[in-house]
């Protein structure tokens, strides 16, 4: 099984795509605060 993270942001009233992360991919977002993450992480 691969884990998947979508991530969304809320601007000037649309949700728009900000990540799409699978696996051992890494998403980095800095809004609301700093964070990594790594999907295929989460089940270890």
């Not at 795509?17 to 270890?44: C, K, N, Q, S, Y």
Request: proline share 5%; net charge negative.
């Amino acid at each position: 099984m691969t884990l998947e993270l979508t991530a969304w942001e809320l601007r000037a009233g649309t949700y728009e795509l900000m990540a799409h992360v699978a696996g051992d991919e890494e998403l980095r977002a800095t809004r609301p605060f700093d964070v990594t993450i790594r999907p295929g992480l989460l089940l270890d």
